[in-house]
């Protein structure tokens, strides 16, 4: 069945460095995929997506694509702050419905 | 805009109790779903509403679950004879239905957060 597989966190990082945070998804057709993030103390919200193959979501600086031939959707930033430390979730939309699969969600922790 | 609501944010029960929880969607929007989230987890799909019709279902809800949108606006998720495994957060999503439909941001509810002893 459909799945989405993120990297395991927590990912701990330095202001400033780059983040990398890989997405794969098993799905049959073309489902449309997104990121959320969910800040400390706050509930999931949308941080961008994809609709179609080859297209990018970007949003407060953070870029991912959608990549058929791949199946991934890996998020990345090229600076983050210590602001960007929250959990962010992986998540797929099923093609012929709307079940949505979240990953089991990455933890970033960003130092100052 | 208020965003989505749920009620109550916290419920303890006692196994085999019966626990029925609210969500209370962005008004205009006409779909709704229900998720289930544990520790370290993402949210794991329970079940979508488009208006009042319930149109997807997950096998993760089994028959003690059920779920009622009657007028298409609020929706209540009920939890019959609870057993521990069921502690979790529960969280709802609303989205608006634009052209296609296909690929719609859900907006969560803060969720509702459930101990059974």
């Known amino acids: 069945g459909d799945s989405v597989t993120q990297m395991e966190g927590p990912v701990t990082l330095s202001e400033e460095a780059f983040l990398t945070i890989n997405c794969t998804y098993t799905?049959?057709?073309?489902?449309?995929l997104f990121w959320y993030v969910q800040y400390p103390g706050e509930g999931l919200q949308l941080l961008l997506k994809?609709?179609?193959?080859?297209d990018k979501g970007s949003n407060k600086g953070f870029e991912a694509t959608y990549r058929k031939e791949t199946t991934s959707f890996h998020l990345e930033k090229g600076s983050v702050q210590v602001s960007d430390s929250a959990v962010y979730f992986c998540a797929l939309e099923m093609t012929g419905g709307f079940k949505t699969i979240f990953g089991a969600g990455t933890r970033l922790f960003v130092k100052a | 805009d208020t965003g989505v609501s749920q009620d109550p944010r916290h419920k303890i029960t006692k196994r085999g109790q019966n626990v029925t929880f609210r969500c209370d969607p962005i008004?205009?929007?006409?779909?709704l779903y229900w998720y289930r989230q544990t520790l370290g987890q993402g949210p794991e799909f329970l079940t979508y509403?488009?208006?009042?019709?319930?149109?997807?279902k997950s096998r993760l809800l089994s028959d003690r679950f059920s779920a009622e949108r009657p007028k298409g606006s609020f929706s209540t998720l009920e939890i019959q004879r609870t057993e521990q495994g069921d502690s979790a957060m529960y969280l709802c999503?609303?989205?608006?239905?634009?052209?296609?439909?296909?690929?719609?941001?859900?907006?969560f509810g803060p969720g509702t957060r459930l101990l059974v002893l």
């Open positions: 509403f488009q208006n009042e019709a319930q149109l997807e």
């Open positions: 999503a609303s989205s608006p239905q634009i052209w296609l439909g296909r690929g719609e941001t859900q907006y």
């Open positions: 994809a609709t179609k193959a080859d």
């Open positions: 799905a049959t057709g073309y489902p449309s």
């Open positions: 008004s205009e929007h006409n779909r």
